[in-house]
């Protein structure tokens, strides 16, 4: 009776990593980890929305949300990576995965290969690995999750985080459907609770 529960993995992720997600949209991304382990006690999922804005914005966030609570799942709105570091719920926590799928700081007239746009993606990009690199564990790892076709490719994350001083672990290629009930969001716009095509997309891993 009783004894430990059981390791279960979903790709990269196990149940046994402190993992915090980063710029969640509807919640699915976490939701589908917590469902393969069977628990979500050691994870924490952060939007940078609002309440009020998530549930206008994506219309599964909230059930998505209240399931993971019940599973265990810390759930923190209003996490910016800009300064995730310096939360008041994250201070002086350290995960053995932080995790950040597809960033993107939003859209505006601009075209997404505008150097104007493409700059404010990886000014995004950088501030999470900052700000990721000091709150890993020891063997800790962070994760990217990014397409690589142009312009996506200029925003050179492998470079961002050399200057970072991280070290590149690996460049995995990322299949969507490894991912039970994973719905990539837009997370911005007037199509912001659509999904979109994850095309040539990797998952970039680093650590200190
Ligand atoms: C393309 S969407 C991807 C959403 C989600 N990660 C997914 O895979 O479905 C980009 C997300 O980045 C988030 N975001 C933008 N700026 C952010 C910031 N400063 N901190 C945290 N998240 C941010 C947005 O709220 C939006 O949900």
């Known amino acids: 009776m009783g004894g430990r529960a059981r390791e279960k993995s979903v790709k990269h992720y196990s149940s046994k990593h ?21 628990t979500a006690a050691n994870m924490t999922a952060t939007s940078l929305d609002n309440k009020e804005w998530l549930q206008r914005k994506h219309r599964q966030a909230m059930a998505n949300v209240e399931e993971l609570k019940n599973m265990g799942c810390t759930i923190i709105h209003g996490v910016s990576a800009h300064r995730m570091k310096d939360h008041p719920q994250l201070q002086s926590k350290y995960f053995d995965r932080v995790v950040f799928n597809f960033p993107h700081s939003g859209f505006s007239h601009r075209a997404e290969d505008s150097y104007h746009m493409i700059k404010r993606h990886r000014k995004l990009v950088w501030a999470f690995l900052i700000n990721a690199s000091e709150m890993l564990t020891k063997k800790g790892q962070i994760h ?3 397409k690589t076709t142009y312009p996506y490719s200029e925003w050179d994350i492998e470079g ?22 994973y719905v990539n969001k837009k997370g911005d716009g007037s199509k912001c609770d659509k999904s979109f095509p994850a095309g040539n997309s990797c998952t970039y891993k680093f650590a200190i």
Not at 18 to 38: P, Q, R, Y
Not at 160 to 181: H, N, T, V, W
Request: net charge negative; charged share 25%.
């Open 18 to 38: 402190k993992i915090l997600l980063v710029g969640e949209g509807d919640f699915s991304f976490s939701k589908c980890l917590a469902t393969a382990f069977g």
């Open 144 to 146: 990217v999750t990014h």
């Open 160 to 181: 961002l985080a050399e200057e970072a001083g991280l070290r590149l672990l690996k460049i995995s290629p990322f299949d969507i459907d490894e991912y039970d009930g």
